[in-house]
Structure formats: C-alpha cells, structure tokens
C-alpha cells in the first residue's frame, strides 16, 4: 500500500497523559499536513511541513501541541497534558510535485477520559 | 475571511442521482475540491475543479462551479448505496503551504 499511513489508529487516554502519532507519508511527497477533525465538524488546518521544515501552524495548534518531521519523511504529532477538549480524529495528509491535491491517512481517533 | 458551507443531511433512492451544494466566500480560490468520507476513514479525493472553469464530468460525477455567486455542486448520476458516506466542499489556494479550507459536509443517504 503506498498511500498515507498512521498509527496508531485509535488511542483512548487519561485526561493528563501525552500522546504521540505518527504518519508515513506518500514517499515522494515533500509536503505534509496535520488536520483535527470534530464530529459533524471538516478538518481544520494545524499545521505544514515542506520536507523536515514546519513552515505554518494554525492557532488551534496550543503550546500542549508540537509536531516534528525529523527526517522529512514521518512526521509525529504529540499532545502533552491531553484535555477533554482534545478528543478528536486527527488527519495526516501529504502532496508532492507541482499538484496541490492533498492525500488523506485513514486518521487517529483520539479519546481523552 | 474562509468560509464554506453545505446543507447537513441528503436522502435520495438508489438510483436517482443526487446534488450536493456547497457556497464559498474567498473568490481567490485556485481549486475547488470533492472530497469523500466513509465512516471510521480518512478523506478520499472524489474529484476537483480549476476555479476557471465552469464544469467538470468524471464518469457519473458532474461538478458545477458558478462563480459569480461562489456555488459549487457535485451531480452524482445513478446514485448507489456504496455512495453512502459525507461529501465535503473545499477551497484550494496556490503558493503557500497550498491551504484547504473544508466545508462542514453533507452526509448523502442512500435508501435501496
């Protein structure tokens, strides 16, 4: 399968404990999106990277939240001190070439207890 | 400022074809975008139109962009029970990071 991969699909944590995901791009694609999805809601936008560099990051994106993309291949995003309020699927999309269309993974859905 | 908004909930009979609006407010969109979702998965690229164009036919989709009154549509001809799932309306913009602005979606219902 050489789509947008992560891991780990589901996550059900404690309110207070940090979480990490990961996602695998397309392998040629050099730009990758993070997105939060809320029921009934679209994706919103978190943040960008163009290879290892982040080069955008939405307000949503509090200081609880950081993201890296070491190599600029994977990409990891981690929540320290997850809230309630953090419940929510969160998206990885990737795109490469001079296409814009963005390739969405299958999504992480997180649950804050 | 973004905004893009689509009615709610769609029910039509298998079959039948189905529409599916979407309005936007930012007029310097590059792509308008068609983007699919089934329960538990990711966002599937259905189709796209360049924003200088007025329509796009992909097989049973048929995409209209009016853009004088910032409307889009996805025509679904023949519509089939796996085409239950949440449509959702984007804007596209070129240069940047490429920002997508997604609608709230509309889930189609499909009755047999």
């Known amino acids: 399968d050489t789509g947008v991969s992560q891991n780990p699909r589901h996550k059900i944590t404690k309110r207070g404990q940090n979480v990490t995901f990961r996602c695998d791009p397309i392998?040629?694609?050099?730009?990758l999106y993070w997105y939060r999805q809320t029921l009934g809601q679209g994706p919103e936008f978190l943040t960008y990277f163009q290879n290892e560099a982040q080069l955008e990051k939405s307000r949503l994106l509090s200081d609880r939240f950081s993201a890296e993309r070491p190599k600029g291949s994977f990409s990891t995003l981690e929540i320290q001190r997850t809230e309630q309020g953090d419940s929510a699927m969160y998206l990885c999309?990737?795109?490469?070439?001079?296409?814009?269309?963005?390739?969405f993974g299958p999504g992480t859905r997180l649950t804050v207890t | 400022g973004e905004d893009v908004e689509q009615s709610l909930f769609l029910s039509v009979r298998e079959g039948d074809s189905s529409v599916i609006n979407c309005t936007y407010t930012d007029s310097s969109s590059t792509y308008l975008y068609w983007y699919k979702q089934e329960p538990g998965a990711g966002l599937q690229l259905l189709t796209y139109?360049?924003?200088?164009?007025d329509m796009k036919q992909d097989q049973r989709l048929t995409v209209l962009l009016n853009k004088k009154d910032k409307h889009l549509s996805l025509r679904i001809a023949d519509t089939q029970t796996g085409d239950s799932a949440i449509y959702f309306c984007?804007?596209?913009?070129?240069?940047?990071?490429?920002?997508?602005?997604f609608g709230t979606g509309t889930k189609l219902q499909v009755i047999p």
């Open positions: 999309a990737s795109s490469g070439g001079t296409g814009s269309f963005q390739y």
């Open positions: 392998s040629e694609h050099n730009r």
């Open positions: 984007a804007e596209g913009f070129s240069g940047g990071y490429q920002k997508v602005t």
């Open positions: 139109i360049f924003s200088n164009m």
